[in-house]
């Protein structure tokens, strides 16, 4: 008797959950770990992203407290919180396309804590963020395989 369940007969595979590891090519489709660095790097990606978000968020929140504590012009206040916020989400949604993308966050980092000339409040708020951004690209640099 050699039927499906018979001993001595071959077994047919199942796929496991989430695809097997011996998953044939598909034709259009690349290989598992040739992606871009947007999908080799997404922890990189989901933790700058996360912090230029934030940072965003803060920056919009400090134009009013820019314009009320500090005094600022109605105009510097919105140009500055607001292009530098701009600039923040901007880049969040380009972090993991390259190189690039890491040193302009860099510099954004660095433009902030230089805008803490206008609302001294940013010196210490943009400290905070810079090692946030560090923090990020270092914990990602130790988490992803293969990642530097």
């Known amino acids: ?5 018979s001993p001595g007969s071959p077994v047919p ?29 997404p922890i990189l990606r989901r933790l700058c992203a996360s912090v230029l978000v934030f940072e965003a968020i ?4 400090a134009v009013p407290v820019a314009i009320t504590i500090e005094h600022l012009q109605h105009g510097v206040a ?16 380009l972090i993991g396309r390259g190189r690039w993308a890491l040193i302009a966050g860099t510099v954004l ?7 803490g000339v206008a609302v001294p409040a940013l010196y210490f ?10 923090g990020g690209i270092w914990m990602a640099n130790r988490l992803e395989p293969g990642a530097g």
């Open 125 to 134: 708020l943009g400290v905070i963020f810079a090692a946030f951004w560090f």
């Open 1 to 5: 008797m050699t039927g499906p369940g």
């Open 109 to 115: 980092q660095v433009l902030i804590i230089a805008a």
């Open 13 to 41: 595979e199942r796929p496991v959950a989430g695809g097997s590891a011996q998953e044939e090519p598909v034709p259009g489709r690349r290989a598992p770990g040739t992606g871009s660095a947007r999908r080799r790097r």
């Open 58 to 61: 803060v920056l919009i929140l």
């Open 78 to 93: 919105v140009g500055l919180g607001g292009g530098l916020a701009l600039a923040a989400v901007l880049l969040a949604g």
